[in-house]
């Protein structure tokens, strides 16, 4: 019988769009949404592996899973002692610092890595009301320090912010409930923090500027990155190789890949394939 894999629901982008990931290459991978019995969920699905955040174990999902065996996978920074003898493996979050993650009482741990979102974030096509001269989209909450960098954007641009909450920002154009490709294909420049973005913009052949070293130029500074604009509009598109950097993701920086990666810890050698596999549907 092939049985599915369960994930807990949790509001994490990361965890999510791995989640969503899991379902292309594993479609039995379901969720529990923590209103139902564990212990009915669990006698009905049987599930190949659990996965969920760390705060998500209680003692009755511990009990549930130590009364039906199932292999576990944590998503955070620890292990409940009970859960010790079926844990397989623990997918730390990428901001979590490493001497935390060092720490970690578990055989197998996982550094999540951000990686470009092919799945959700996949629309490249030209649409003259999407043209930008600078984009931000929040996947992840922008500190405070990040939203006064934004403010600092010389208004002569045109720019525009999306965030899942309400702002002040005077380019603040609400949130984006759908895919955000083709809004990144039709911006010249997509400011990204903490590289959380980055990958999806080489995806949809965008052009980013970011705080970290990496594909892009990066800034360090509201100066910096003001200058990097300039530049970069004044340059055009053809500042980067944009071919180049979608290339590079296709090879190795795609949630699949870091699919394909957790499941070779697991031993799974033929859904680790099969993970890297379907990245051919989404080649454009």
Not at 106 to 130: F, G, M, R
Not at 193 to 203: E, G, H, L, R
Not at 266 to 281: M, P
């Amino acid at each position: 019988m092939d049985y599915p894999i369960v994930f807990v629901y949790h509001i994490d982008y990361q965890y999510n769009t791995l989640a969503n990931t899991f379902k292309e290459v594993y479609p039995k991978s379901v969720y529990w949404n923590r209103t139902n019995s564990i212990f009915d969920f669990l006698y009905i699905n049987k599930p190949k592996f659990f996965i969920g955040p760390t705060e998500s174990f209680t003692p009755e999902v511990v009990s549930a899973l130590k009364k039906f065996n199932i292999p576990t996978i944590l998503y955070g920074v620890a292990v409940p002692p009970e859960l010790s003898g079926l844990a397989r493996l623990v997918i730390v979050p990428n901001d979590v610092p490493k001497v935390i993650a060092r720490n970690i009482q578990c055989e197998n741990k996982y550094i999540l890595e951000h990686a470009a979102n092919i799945v959700s974030i996949n629309n490249p096509i030209y649409d003259a009301k999407k043209q930008l001269d600078i984009l931000a989209i929040e996947l992840q909450p922008f500190s405070k320090n990040q939203l006064n960098i934004l403010a600092s954007i010389d208004r002569k641009h045109k720019f525009r912010v999306y965030l899942d909450s309400i702002s002040y920002l005077p380019n603040y154009a609400g949130s984006l409930s759908k895919n955000h490709g083709s809004y990144i294909y039709n911006s010249k420049i997509t400011i990204d923090f903490n590289n959380v973005i980055k990958y999806d913009v080489a995806f949809n052949k965008g052009f980013c500027l970011t705080n970290k070293d990496g594909l892009y130029p990066y800034f360090s500074n509201m100066e910096e990155l003001n200058n990097l604009i300039d530049l970069t509009l004044k340059l055009g598109k053809a500042y980067q190789s944009r071919t180049k950097l979608y290339e590079q993701v296709l090879e190795k920086h795609t949630y699949f890949h870091r699919l394909a990666d957790i499941f070779k810890l697991l031993q799974e050698d033929a859904l680790a394939s099969q993970s890297l596999e379907s990245i051919k549907r989404y080649i454009w």
